[in-house]
């Protein structure tokens, strides 16, 4: 079955520590986005592709990074920047077109210890 | 902010009625979207309107959109249990390439 994988599913962050969040692919999707999700107040983007080797800050992107070397993996970085990195986080991917909504993966809980 | 604001935050209801929830939103838009999403799991996609149409039903789903009022809404019939979950409304504007998400209303469905 196609659908989106994120992993882990946990990760504990020490302060100081950069840490990579996993998310591939396997729906031939050109688009992939990650959202921060914070109890109460939505979904906020941070970063998306439209094409492999390109993507664009979101509304929340300090403190972030991101790679897209291959079309079906989408990797975001929660580097030590990031003052506030507890949060549930969220990858997904589209396909072109207007028409069209996210499939979504099912989420990395991060907890800085 | 862009983001959309759902009506009510929580709403609890009885096994066998009706749930409706609202989303207000402030730019134009080219599509407005609703998602479900189950405690600590990823979203799902419910159901897509585009702005040029007023009413869409999927199931025991019925969404609708004023384009006018910004503003839209999602009404599930005969609920049950399993409808408890979280619902977040989605605006794509006809701007740009991303979709703004509101906050969400917690609708528990008590059997």
């Known amino acids: 079955d196609g659908g989106i994988t994120q992993s882990p599913k946990y990760l504990f962050r020490k302060e100081g520590q950069n840490v990579t969040l996993s998310c591939e692919q396997n729906?031939?999707?050109?688009?992939m986005y990650w959202y921060r999700q914070d109890p109460g107040q939505g979904l906020r983007l941070i970063y998306y592709s439209q094409i492999v080797n390109d993507f664009q800050k979101g509304d929340i992107a300090e403190g972030y990074s991101v790679s897209r070397e291959k079309k079906e993996s989408f990797p975001l970085t929660v580097t030590s920047a990031q003052k506030n990195p507890t949060a549930f986080y969220l990858c997904?991917?589209?396909?072109?077109?207007?028409?069209?909504?996210?499939?979504f993966g099912s989420g990395t809980r991060l907890t800085v210890v | 902010s862009q983001q959309g604001e759902e009506d009510p935050q929580a709403l609890s209801i009885q096994e066998g009625e009706n749930a409706t929830m609202n989303c207000s939103y402030k730019t134009s838009i080219n599509n407005l979207q609703w998602y479900r999403q189950n405690s600590g799991r990823g979203l799902v996609h419910l159901i897509l309107?585009?702005?040029?149409?007023r009413e869409k039903h999927s199931g025991r789903l019925r969404v609708t959109l004023d384009t006018s009022k910004k503003s839209s809404s999602l009404l599930i019939t005969a609920s049950r249990a399993a409808d408890t979950a979280s619902y977040f409304c989605a605006t794509h504007p006809n701007t740009g390439n991303q979709f703004y998400f509101g906050t969400g209303t917690s609708l528990t469905v008590i059997p």
């Open positions: 309107i585009r702005s040029n149409e």
């Open positions: 729906l031939n999707h050109d688009a």
């Open positions: 997904a991917s589209k396909p072109p077109g207007q028409g069209y909504g996210y499939t």
